[in-house]
């Protein structure tokens, strides 16, 4: 029997939404204050008039638009490439038999639970061998396949793509490669969307290797932490700082706006599936 829900639920996931939000609201509302008005205490607690001229500040103060560029693109070809070469060895995994297929798959697993701060000498010292150092190739190699991103793939094929409709495509003479691209890349459409999402925000937001890949050549978030440093005397500039911020969320919240159907529709096919 359908009950609706109860008045318990849409208060827990009006507490979520409101906590989600937060964060944004709190970047926009201190970014539309004056840099004394944002230092006052108690804090403001509604947006001034003064996003525009910190906006201009910003752009004023870094190369905001050549970072956000460098940022889209380093993020755009990780998750491209994340989506892409996940789909394909999640396919292989959740559908192909072949020797050792567990033991690889558990050993992509562990590979999950080492730190990424444990990499960050190797990483560093292989892109210096090759010269990669302040390009944004060594902030984007890294992050070209993942192994989380196998995992997710794998597990959503097994129950997304019916074995017997692999081999109704091959009755009918498709080849592996062909099998795959029409029969398993439309059932995973919405994984795609997901991991794709993920992956851009992962590496949109990513500070740590960047800063240590780079010198001259800045990602946002390697520009906006100089923000912080144009404070006047030992007080950091938040207006400043936090107009810059929520700027840098505008890309993040134009994808979740075009992936958002195919996120719905993937969250759907699991909860059904379940």
């Not at 970047?27 to 008039?49: C, K, N, Q, V, Y």
């Not at 993020?75 to 192909?96: D, E, N």
């Not at 892109?127 to 190739?137: P, V």
């Amino acid at each position: 029997m359908n009950r609706r829900p109860g008045a318990l639920v849409y208060g827990l996931l009006a507490a979520f939404v409101v906590g989600s939000a937060l964060p944004l609201y709190w970047s926009f509302m201190i970014g539309s204050h004056t840099r004394e008005r944002a230092l006052d205490t108690p804090p403001p607690l509604l947006p001034g008039g003064h996003f525009l001229d910190n906006a201009g500040r910003v752009l004023n103060t870094i190369d905001f638009w050549q970072a956000m560029l460098n940022s889209l693109i380093v993020s755009t070809v990780c998750a491209t490439s994340v989506v892409f070469f996940s789909t394909l060895a999640g396919y292989s995994f959740a559908k192909l038999r072949f020797r050792g297929s567990s033991p690889l798959m558990g050993f992509v697993v562990m590979t999950m639970a080492v730190p990424t701060q444990l990499a960050i000498v190797p990483l560093f010292i292989l892109m210096r061998d090759y010269r990669l150092l302040d390009t944004l190739a060594a902030v984007a190699l890294p992050t070209l396949v993942t192994a989380f991103g196998v995992f997710f793939m794998r597990q959503y094929l097994v129950d997304a793509v019916p074995d017997e409709l692999i081999e109704a495509a091959r009755m009918d003479g498709c080849s592996m490669i062909r099998t795959f691209w029409t029969v398993a890349v439309p059932a995973a459409r919405p994984a795609m969307a997901i991991l794709f999402l993920f992956t851009f925000m992962q590496v949109w937001t990513d500070y740590m290797w960047p800063l240590v890949a780079l010198q001259k050549t800045e990602t946002l978030q390697i520009a906006l932490d100089r923000l912080a440093l144009t404070g006047q005397g030992q007080s950091t500039d938040y207006a400043l700082l936090l107009a810059g911020t929520a700027m840098a969320t505008v890309p993040l919240l134009v994808l979740f706006v075009l992936t958002g159907r195919q996120l719905v529709t993937g969250i759907m096919q699991g909860a059904l599936k379940g």
